[in-house]
Structure formats: structure tokens, C-alpha cells
């Protein structure tokens, strides 16, 4: 099993531009999860669904949108980046919301 | 946020030692996990814990949640050098039916 599946790995952007992160998980788990990571900040929640059909915001939303495509796939766009979103992003799936996450490698993202 | 909070943030030991390491929380909880990151890679979970378990053990891994102190720790016995990498405990703490993370614990094994 891949698990989760994140693509780009790496990803550099010049301010303004757009871009979507993808996500997709092969555990037929019902929730899904962006976290950010930033050095000495931990991971903070961007965006959650916590089921097939809804998303909410964490405790970063501003300047991302989600879509919860489908049970598989959850995506996360940048509409206009900035270089406070240059980060590294990760995506996570859970069977049950706020269960056992399994992660993704992570997608670096420069914001130049 | 009501994130858990790591202590101490970085610690270096020999092969072999072990290392504790804590983990606070500021209110109730229903459960709290606890997570390796190592370097460049992924969040690896390792263990859950619920409000009304006291102790839970994996392999080299030992995890007490104390409710009264608001509290967790992770213990690694006979550690290896495998076992270097960030450790990063997760609550559902706040009330806000989030879960979120504190900002980690960095292990160093010395072979």
C-alpha cells in the first residue's frame, strides 16, 4: 500500500502565483488533515475534513482553500502565495477524526 | 491554541540509555498520541493513549498520561541510534475538536 500520496515534493513559487498541493490516501479512511510545519512552530492545522463532503478551517486557514474531491483525495490551493506560506506541507488520513493519523513525505514549498 | 508542549526540547544520549521525555497539556483531553518524525521524512505514529488509560506499552516504548497533572511521558528503553529523530506529542485538548501538536522533542542516540 502507498498509504499517503502527496505530489509535488518540491515546489518553488514566486509571490503571487497559484498552485495546488495534492493528496490522496488508499486507506479508505474518512478523515483528512493539512498540517503546515515551520521550524520552531511545531505543526499547525491549515484545513480539516473530517468526512467525505465537509471541510472546516484549523487553526491557519487564511490564504488556503481545501477540496474534498473525493474519499481519496483532499487539495489544498494557494490562490495567491506569499513567502510567509513558504513551508513545509503535510498531508494526513485517519480512519476515525482525530484517530491515529498516518502522514504523507510532505511537500516543501518556496515562496520567493 | 491549547497545543501540548515537549519537554525538554532537545536531549543526547548514549546507545543503550534511556530517554524520557514529557509532554503538558493545558486542558481536558480525550486522548493524546504521540508521534517520531525523523529527519526529512513523515510523522510515524506511535502510540494513543485515552483520558482513562494510565499507561500503554509498545515494544521499547512506554507512554503514562497523568490527568490530574494534566501530563504524558514517553519513555524509549535500551535506545538505538535508529531512534534519533523529533518526537512530537498531539491532543485533542481545547475544546475546539482539534488535534494539535506541540513543537517537538529532538533525541540525538551517540553510538
Known amino acids: 500500500n502507498a498509504g499517503v500520496t502527496q505530489t509535488p515534493k518540491f515546489q518553488v513559487l514566486k509571490t503571487g502565483q497559484s498552485m495546488t498541493l495534492q493528496c490522496a490516501q488508499d486507506?479508505?479512511?474518512?478523515?483528512m488533515y493539512w498540517y503546515r510545519q515551520d521550524p520552531g512552530m511545531g505543526l499547525r492545522l491549515i484545513y480539516y475534513?473530517?468526512?467525505?463532503?465537509?471541510?472546516d478551517k484549523g487553526e491557519v486557514p487564511n490564504g488556503y482553500n481545501v477540496s474534498r474531491l473525493n474519499k481519496r483525495e483532499f487539495s489544498l490551493r494557494l490562490e495567491s502565495a506569499a513567502p510567509s506560506q513558504t513551508s513545509v506541507y503535510f498531508c494526513?488520513?485517519?480512519?476515525?477524526?482525530?484517530?491515529?493519523?498516518?502522514f504523507g513525505e510532505g511537500s516543501r514549498l518556496t515562496v520567493l | 491554541s491549547q497545543q501540548g508542549e515537549e519537554d525538554p526540547q532537545a536531549l543526547s544520549i548514549q546507545e543503550g540509555e534511556n530517554a524520557t521525555m514529557n509532554c503538558s497539556y493545558k486542558t481536558s483531553i480525550n486522548n493524546l498520541q504521540w508521534y517520531r518524525q525523523n529527519s526529512g521524512r513523515g510523522l510515524v505514529h506511535l502510540i494513543l493513549?485515552?483520558?482513562?488509560?494510565r499507561e500503554k506499552h509498545s515494544g521499547r516504548l512506554r507512554v503514562t498520561l497523568d490527568t490530574s497533572k494534566k501530563s504524558s511521558s514517553l519513555l524509549i528503553t535500551a535506545s538505538r541510534a535508529a531512534d534519533t529523530a523529533s518526537y512530537f506529542c498531539a491532543t485533542d485538548a481545547g475544546g475546539n475538536n482539534r488535534l494539535a501538536f506541540g513543537k517537538g522533542n529532538q533525541v540525538v542516540v551517540i553510538p
Open positions: 494526513a488520513s485517519s480512519e476515525v477524526y482525530i484517530g491515529e493519523l498516518f
Open positions: 493513549i485515552r483520558s482513562n488509560e
Open positions: 475534513s473530517a468526512s467525505e463532503g465537509t471541510t
Open positions: 486507506m479508505n479512511h474518512n478523515s
